[in-house]
């Protein structure tokens, strides 16, 4: 039984790997999608802030996570330092919605985001992958 897993890794783990990261390519891009929509609609809204970290400077790497309100949703949006002194101490901050008003982000983050690069940079590294499984 030992062998036979062991044989289909070997013969098609690259092409699997590859397939998924093709498939993590595409959430990437589509998020990427769906904040250049959403800052080009440029409907700015009010939101309550409900949680912000305790300390802006000791966040970390990767910064921290801010909980917002907006028409009776609460939102979980992560963000870094910048966004952090911006929003601290404040009742309420300004962000974009869509037209359905059901996605927030904030008025820099689409600017700051880099996953149009990201996905590419995935996806052809998955193209490749899966090209040697094949290929093999």
Known sequence: MK???LTFILTKGLVIGGLFML????IILNNGIVKKRITEENNVVSAKVLETPMDCDNLGRRGGYYKLQYNGQVFVKKGNRLICKTIYGKKEVNVLTNAQMDKLIF????EESNDFLYGILL???GLVITYKGWKK
């Open 23 to 26: 498939i993590i390519t595409v």
């Open 123 to 125: 996806g052809l590294f």
């Open 107 to 110: 008025l820099n983050e689409y």
């Open 3 to 5: 062998s036979k897993i």
